[in-house]
């Protein structure tokens, strides 16, 4: 959650610099990336926290806390790589993907081991 906010404020601290009141999301290209990379980790943020949930209970919370601590850097390195260049952002972005697929790939082994598996 304090990902969020920090990149909230930084939404918000752009559009004052930028002077661009809200509801526009258009103006300055640095506030649009600003804006955009808020947006696109605030989307991923549900799918995040569910496989994190998922995979803690049902496969092993300490594999999941460390691919959950490593996804949380690699989205903090894409906002901050995103707001500086758009290209800045891919490296992270496919890191942050291939995290969240593991963690699909944690929950699944998870899930099949508790209920198939007695």
Known sequence: VLFLVYFAM???YARRKY???PPETTGHPEFERTFRAQANCSEYFPI?????WV???FFHQGVTAACGLLYLYTR???FQGYTVAA???LAPLYA???LLWLLVGLALAGLL???LWP
């Open 76 to 78: 903090l390195k894409y």
């Open 96 to 98: 942050s993907a291939w």
């Open 19 to 21: 002077k661009i009141s």
């Open 113 to 115: 081991a508790h209920f």
């Open 48 to 52: 995040f926290i569910s496989l994190l």
């Open 10 to 12: 930084q939404v918000i």
């Open 87 to 89: 290209q800045g952002r």
């Open 55 to 57: 995979a803690g209970i």
